[in-house]
């Protein structure tokens, strides 16, 4: 398979490529130097997912996962598999890094292409949580404190056992987004408000120490900017809070995602017509459908005028299927050459760390961090 064999088994260490120029490192076909060149001409996305479950969900693959597909040919494009964030709530030692290799498995799997983008895990960059704690220092306690994110996450199992971590959770997703001089996030509706939290430290250190950092922009389609539980539409679909028949999971097997669509909750009557007040469970299948076909939904409830629901939901179950049935096919294929994964994530990292290694000379500099003597 070319993704695999393309990089070659000797992709140096991380550490070596610390500030080495560009091109002694870049592929040196005359083709990939003007692609990689291009990229750089371009404005910058970067975006991040956690491996908290075995398998993103519909929300994630409709809020977050095709905008990264569709923006890393018109974008420089920076994507990473947010391992930090998920330790912000227990994980399993033992499950942790088959979920970030079936995380970035599923992304590749998806249409994301080491060759049209940068895709590797945060824990691998060591700046991510340097950057973290030099930001923690110009936050304030009480502005951490309006995440509302922070206040769901952790009413569930009370405060007093929230980890302190799941609290400056938003400031390492600033880092993680600053690092790379990010011009846009693209990012389902839930984090909005980290992003105008990334936004506002931006501007504070470079009013504080000079201009250093991009101030990013949120990239968000209204249609899909939140994916609602199957089982309760007033609720975000999700991988932690969410029961297992409210998510279609990307892996699910085709009769798992028809039962839980056949399942869906949806409202009285027999109208297939969006109304979020009245109509919030076909309302949103109606997004859903409409986003994954590429219809109106004006033109899905005409077509479904009169119908009722279960042919409608049936429709919708075999869009799905046919919609992830070809990424859980290649996700499959991908995991069944972990070394060949593993060599792409390596890649990835060695070229997000050149550009996050620059930004922390110009941090450390602009801050008057004294520079270690090389
Ligand atoms: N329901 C959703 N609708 C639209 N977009 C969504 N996203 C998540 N849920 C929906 C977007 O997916 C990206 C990755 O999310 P994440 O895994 O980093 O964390 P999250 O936002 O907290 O998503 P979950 O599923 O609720 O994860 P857990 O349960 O682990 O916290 C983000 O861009 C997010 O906006």
């Not at 309302?283 to 042919?311: D, Q």
């Not at 990835?348 to 004294?370: K, N, P, Y």
Request: aromatic share 6%.
């Amino acid at each position: 398979m070319r993704l695999w064999s393309h990089f070659g088994p000797d992709v140096a260490p991380v550490k070596s490529l610390a500030r080495e120029p560009d091109a002694q490192r870049q592929p040196t076909t005359p083709m990939k130097i003007r692609a990689r060149l291009l990229r750089m001409s371009r404005l910058r996305v970067l975006s991040g997912i956690q491996p908290t479950a075995d398998s993103f969900h519909l929300g994630n693959y409709l809020g977050a996962l095709r905008q990264w597909v569709a923006l890393q040919d018109t974008y420089d494009a920076f994507y990473c598999v947010v391992d930090l964030h998920a330790i912000t709530l227990p994980q399993d030692p033992a499950l942790l890094p088959h979920r970030t290799r079936v995380a970035a498995a599923q992304l590749l799997g998806a249409g994301l292409d080491p060759d049209r983008c940068t895709l590797f895990v945060q824990s691998h960059v060591p700046e991510h949580t340097e950057l973290a704690w030099i930001l923690g220092c110009i936050t304030g306690f009480g502005e951490a404190s309006r995440m509302t994110q922070f206040k769901d996450k952790s009413a569930k199992d009370g405060h007093d056992q929230a980890s302190v971590g799941l609290f400056t959770y938003p400031i390492l997703q600033a880092a993680d987004i600053l690092l790379y001089q990010a011009d846009r996030v693209p990012v389902g509706e839930d984090q909005r408000q980290h992003l105008e939290l990334s936004r506002t430290l931006a501007q504070r250190f470079n009013h504080r120490y000079g201009q250093t950092f991009v101030p990013p922009q949120p990239y968000i389609l209204d249609e899909v900017a939140k994916i609602y539980d199957l089982q309760d539409p007033t609720a975000k679909m999700s991988k932690s809070s969410s029961s297992p028949q409210g998510i279609v999971d990307v892996l699910d097997e085709p009769d798992a995602i028809r039962r839980k669509i056949a399942r869906a909750v949806t409202d009285p009557g027999s109208e297939v017509r969006a109304d979020p007040e009245a109509k919030p469970g076909v309302t949103n299948l109606l997004r859903i459908y409409s986003a994954l076909s590429g219809e109106p939904i004006a033109t899905l409830e005409a077509k479904y005028a009169g119908s009722g629901y279960g042919v409608f939901k049936k429709d919708l179950a075999e869009l799905v299927v046919a919609s992830f049935a070809p990424i859980r096919e290649k996700t499959r294929q991908i995991l069944a050459d972990e070394a060949g994964l593993d060599r792409v994530l390596a890649h990835g990292a060695a070229q997000a760390h050149q550009v996050a290694s620059q930004t922390m000379t110009a941090v450390r500099d602009h801050m008057g961090l004294l520079q270690p003597v090389p």
